[in-house]
């Protein structure tokens, strides 16, 4: 007992002098807190931290009221009025005052503040701070051509300029003069295939619209596209540049076109999310498909469009009555009348379709064409309608098409894809002349994949060959204007170059700037043609981002005919074999600014011909290089 009672005692001893130590402790860190020095500044505001013209005061007491304000008087009364003697003091009114707290840094007073100074809109605020110049050549910095302020009310004005200029060489199956020919000794089909082409356009565009456009679409939008183009194509035989061989080989040619002449109009908002309807009128540009396999042009139409459900859905309702194309230049040419071809198109995108990233699209295509009951020639005495193939005929046709399209990604794996069915009739062909059905088939697909800064690509195409060129159905597929950017674009030689079918029509077996094998006599100005070999295309390639202005690109394509046997009854040749060959290309994208206000691009392309190419051309060595510099203000 005594020895649990002693224990006791022990810790209640060191219990007491610990708080004694704790109350110790505290008095001297209190003693330190009121001997604290603070500071006034000039308007009465108390800081522990001293700067120039502040005076040194006594640190409040928390929970006191504040002192007064530098000329505040207190909550003293104030003495009697004069003339008043004896009369009792009348208390003053209080003036409130915030409570002062510590603070290191003292508030800014009235002083400190200037005059509000008003400002027309908040675009001509940055106007106000120095170090902000308007420069009309720098399209980055202020600009007033740029649309960076508006020029009155909501109305802004932005201007833009591309100059894109093109080199190329290439060696092409070129035919014999059927006159005379340039070259002495050729007496067989075959002439010299070296060729060249220098091309210039520059293209200003003038847009004027109203609106804020961070969230919705323009109120109003105007835009006007002039194109000035000037080229010069070489040849080395009579009767390729001009239809008359006495123009000699040659040809240099200027033009200007219309690519862009439209009125904007937004008509409503269907939420508070901005979905939107608006109309289009006049020349404008459209696509039917992510990668321009079908109908990718600037033409004249009127669009109705708008967005749904936070823009997850965007539709689009158009007409268009196509315009005659310049031969030379491939711009518009709105000096002669328009062609006989209208486009009606219905289509729906939907984003975030299967996964978040894909965006799938639906689309209804009509094409009428009632253009046989003319006969046209090219700028360059070509017959370009009806085709210079089999037996000449005009016809007209009415095709829809039925298309679904995606374009997005799956995770790392990239997929851009396109199918289409043809169905309608025709009232002829180029080899009878009664009414024929029309179906025929497309597919394409591009699987690409990221690894850091090198993105391999694996394409796949098919477009359906007519295997019956004499019966009543076609069954080729042909498109309305092709432009696709797939499997190499314009660095591929097969896409790049329109190849003629030498001794079986005035007609290419591709079109330029085109991947379907379709016996246009012009892509341009030439009607669809769906009595055709078809296509297939298996290839690959990879683009490498090898510096930030730097990429490279490389692509092997492997092409086919579907089908042969229209091929074999224009040429009255027999067992033509379907391989085209294998189309090889590399290309370079320099861009030094990082941007696209300066894009150098070069490329070269050679196709190692098959059997089938062999037995329709000579091995003439087929290739073609290009260089190009685009530059954009």
């Known amino acids: ?53 502040f005076k040194e005061v006594p640190c409040p007491i928390p929970g006191a009221p504040p002192p007064p304000r530098p000329g505040e008087p207190g909550e003293a009364q104030q003495p009697a009025p004069e003339g008043e003697p004896g009369a009792a003091a009348q ?22 503040y200037g005059p509000a100074m008003a400002l027309p809109d908040r675009w001509r605020i940055v106007d106000m701070l120095p170090g902000y110049r308007q420069n009309l050549r720098d399209p980055y910095n202020r600009n007033p051509l740029k649309a960076d302020r508006p020029f009155k009310g909501d109305w802004f004005f932005d201007v833009g ?41 520059l293209a200003p565009e003038f847009e004027l619209y109203k609106g804020d456009t961070v969230f919705r679409p323009p109120d109003y939008e105007f835009r006007f596209t002039p194109a000035f183009n000037v080229n010069r194509a070489t040849t080395h035989e009579l009767g390729v540049v001009y239809a008359d061989p006495s123009r000699g080989t040659r040809r240099d040619d200027s033009f200007v076109g219309v690519q862009a002449l439209f009125a904007e109009k937004h008509l409503r908002d269907v939420s508070e999310r901005y979905d939107f309807d608006s109309v289009r009128v006049g020349i404008q540009p459209f696509s039917a498909d992510f990668r321009g396999f079908l109908f990718q042009d600037e033409q004249l ?39 006989q071809d209208d486009v009606l198109i219905a289509n729906v995108y939907r984003q975030d379709t299967f996964v978040d990233g894909f965006t799938l699209q639906g689309t209804l295509i009509y094409n009428r064409n009632r ?20 037996n000449e005929a005009p016809y007209h046709y009415d095709v829809v098409y039925l298309g679904l399209n995606g374009d997005g990604h799956f995770g790392r794996l990239n997929l851009t894809s396109s199918f ?133 690109s490389a692509n092997v394509d492997s092409l086919y005919f579907e089908n042969t046997a229209v091929l074999e009854a224009l040429r009255n040749q027999g067992n033509i074999s379907r391989s085209i060959g294998l189309d090889t290309s590399v290309s370079a994208i320099y861009r030094p600014l990082m941007s696209q206000n300066i894009v150098l691009r070069a490329s070269y392309s050679r196709l190692f011909p098959g059997a089938g190419f062999r037995e329709l051309f000579p091995d003439i060595g087929a290739n073609y290089y290009m260089l190009n510099v685009v530059l954009t203000y």
Not at 91 to 112: K, Y
Request: aromatic residues 10%; hydrophobic residues 35%.
């Open 1 to 53: 007992m005594d020895c649990n009672r002693e224990k006791r005692q022990t810790r209640m001893k060191k219990l007491a002098w610990r708080l004694v130590a704790f109350g110790a402790l505290y008095a001297g860190v209190a003693a330190l807190a009121a001997a604290e020095t603070c500071y006034q500044d000039s308007s009465g505001r108390i800081v522990t931290r001293r700067l120039p013209g």
């Open 91 to 112: 208390p003053r009114e209080t003036v409130p005052v915030m409570p002062l707290r510590l603070s290191p840094l003292g508030v800014p007073g009235m002083a400190d």
């Open 161 to 201: 300029v591309v100059s894109d200029t093109v080199y190329e060489s290439r060696v092409i199956p070129t035919p014999v003069a059927a006159q005379t020919s340039q070259n002495t000794g050729s007496n067989g089909v075959f002439s010299n295939p070296h060729q060249s082409l220098l091309t210039q356009t």
């Open 301 to 339: 139409g009127v669009r109705l469009f708008g967005t749904r459900a936070n823009n997850r859905y965007q539709y689009n309702l158009a007409y268009f009555r196509r315009i005659e194309k310049d031969t030379n230049s491939g711009l518009n040419d709105l000096g002669v009348p328009l062609r």
């Open 371 to 390: 253009e046989d009951g003319e006969t046209h020639y090219d700028k360059n005495g070509f017959l370009v309608r009806p085709a210079s193939i089999g």
């Open 420 to 552: 289409y069915t043809a169905v309608g009739s025709a009232s002829g062909d180029a080899f009878v002349q009664h009414s024929v059905d029309i179906l025929g088939f497309f597919g394409a697909a591009e699987f690409s994949y990221d690894i850091d800064w090198l993105r391999p690509r694996l394409s796949l195409l098919y477009a359906s060959g007519d295997d019956s060129p004499y019966g009543g159905r076609e069954t080729g597929f042909d498109a309305i204007f092709e432009n696709p950017q797939f499997a190499g674009a314009d660095t591929s030689y097969w896409i790049r170059q329109s190849v003629p079918l030498v001794g079986g029509g005035g007609v290419t077996v591709s079109p330029r700037n085109g991947v379907l094998n379709d016996l246009r006599s012009s892509k341009d100005e030439g009607q669809s043609n769906f009595d055709n070999p078809g296509t297939i295309l298996v290839g690959l390639g990879a683009d490498a981002d090898v510096l930030p202005t730097l990429r490279l």
